[in-house]
């Protein structure tokens, strides 16, 4: 089993450290991207690392952590082939993965305690997606953000 990723601000540090705690306990790799103390670090260097080790293959799936899950979610969404979302409850964690694929789980320090954390994690692992219904829009949800990043890339190489 690949390792799970996960990566924190330092609004988020400890709740990270819960977190990798209770999936090594589980028998679950991880790979730690960062903080590991009071250090400062902007949040979307450490989504940034994490996403792009997801979408490189590296990792089958991530979490990231910040003060909300907000932040770190935006900034993961910008990386290309990734699909990241907020999950602060058991239903708004389980859908991501069943009907949109999402790659990985953001919440916040700030918004969900220890214990709660943990039961979203168990059910961001126990979830699939689920071929079917949500399939097209998945599907066109690709097809998007291929064209845009076809887009981008003609209109930068124009000349200004």
Known sequence: ????????????????????????????????????????????DIALAVAQAVAEGKHVKGSLLCGTGIGVSITANKVPGICAAVCHDLYSTERPRMSNDCQIMAFGSQVVGEELAKSLVDVWLKSEFQVGRSTP?????????????????LGSARPR
């Open 137 to 153: 829009k998945v599907e066109r949800i690709k097809e998007i953000e291929q064209s845009l990043s076809r887009t981008k890339q």
């Open 1 to 44: 089993m690949k390792a799970i990723a996960v990566g924190a601000d330092d609004a988020a540090v400890h709740l990270k450290g819960v977190i990798a705690q209770y999936l090594k306990h589980r028998g679950i790799p991880v790979h730690d991207y960062g903080i590991f103390d009071d250090e400062t670090v902007l949040y979307p």
